[in-house]
């Protein structure tokens, strides 16, 4: 059984920092694509952030300049940190990855999300 452990979301001020992580575990073979997402109240859900196992990454506009997406593929673990935080990141975080398990089948993975709240 795979799981997306998250954690490091909670409470911060305007123009503060967050570090968010993502840690798989389970029987894992290999993990490909890897992301994050949020969502906020009334809204649908929408992507913040993706790297891939090689190391490259995209970003949705909204947060570009203000975060970084990272890996380690040893640790089987995504980071995203956030930096200049605005209200309007006010979201549920939610981690995503495409693993591969033993039996060479791939599936889509979500974690049970971190709330993220930027207020003062």
């Known amino acids: 059984q795979v799981q997306l452990v998250e954690s490091g979301g909670g409470l911060v001020q305007p123009g503060g920092s967050l570090r968010l992580s993502c840690a798989a575990s389970?029987?894992?073979?290999?993990?490909?694509?890897m992301g994050w997402y949020r969502q906020a109240p009334g809204k649908p859900r929408e992507l913040v952030a993706t790297i891939t196992s090689d190391g490259s990454t995209n970003y949705a506009d909204s947060v570009k300049g203000r975060s970084t997406i990272s890996r380690d593929n040893a640790k089987n673990t995504v980071y995203l940190q956030m930096n200049m935080l605005k209200p309007e990141d006010t979201a549920v975080y939610y981690c995503?990855?495409?693993?591969?398990?033993?039996?060479?089948?791939?599936?889509?993975?979500w974690g049970q999300g971190t709330q993220v709240t930027v207020s003062s």
């Open positions: 389970g029987r894992i073979l290999s993990i490909g694509l």
């Open positions: 995503n990855a495409q693993i591969r398990n033993e039996n060479y089948l791939t599936y889509n993975y």
